[in-house]
């Protein structure tokens, strides 16, 4: 039987799974979520959690780079009266690279890793590398090196490097994740946000049959 689960399950299983996840809360009251964004830091951004709404920026879900109590306010009041929203989820909100990363599989390969252009430059760039499971480093490394965006997270113009290192190492652990869960058929990360030599999770679906 299909499980979905979408981002406050999803994050929580891969930090269960020693993931690094975005620090991140969830609130039902405007206390609570000013309270959320001070102990956080700003700017945070606010985002409507429900297991009944998989794509949030569809329904407006998502509110970034806030960085006052009254904007921290006003993003609650429009999220938590989103048609079925549960909660809210209050996170800091982080700039530098944006990439996604995920587990698809395959009727006739298996599981398969992916690493791509993340954030708004998915569907744009459709920039995306793959591999069948089990990766070894060299496999990781090739992906990585063979997307558009690899100049960019190599530091040009002046840019802070990402750590690719960190990115190859995250690309290996969802290789074995696949091998662990063989009933996984989707899990999506986007983005993976690069912020100083640190990478996090910042959203997840995940799909088990």
């Known amino acids: ?49 429900s297991q009944h709404i998989l794509h949030k920026s569809d329904v407006g879900g998502v509110k970034i780079d806030l960085r006052t109590d009254h904007e921290v306010l006003e993003a609650f009041r429009h999220l938590i009266k989103i048609p079925r929203c549960e909660e809210v989820m209050v996170q800091p909100y982080n700039t530098g690279h944006l990439v996604l990363v995920g587990v698809q599989r395959d009727p006739t390969f298996g599981h398969t890793i992916a690493v791509g252009s993340g954030g708004i430059y998915t569907e744009l760039l459709k920039d995306v ?47 074995h994740l696949a091998l662990c869960y063989p009933h996984l058929r989707e899990l999506d990360i986007n983005p993976v ?16 049959d």
């Open 129 to 175: 590398a793959f591999r069948i499971c089990p990766l070894s480093h060299h496999d990781a490394k090739e992906m990585v090196e063979e997307l558009q965006i690899y100049p960019m997270l190599q530091g040009a113009r002046g840019e802070q490097p990402a750590n690719l290192e960190k990115l190859h190492q995250l690309l290996l652990k969802l290789s």
């Open 1 to 49: 039987m299909e499980r979905i689960l979408a981002e406050k399950e999803a994050e929580a299983f891969l930090e269960q799974e020693g993931f690094p996840v975005t620090e991140r809360s969830f609130v039902t009251t405007e206390k609570d979520a000013v309270h959320a964004a001070h102990r956080l830091g700003f700017p945070v951004c606010l985002k409507v959690s």
């Open 193 to 208: 946000i690069f912020h100083g030599e640190d990478l996090h999770i910042a959203d997840a679906r995940i799909v088990f």
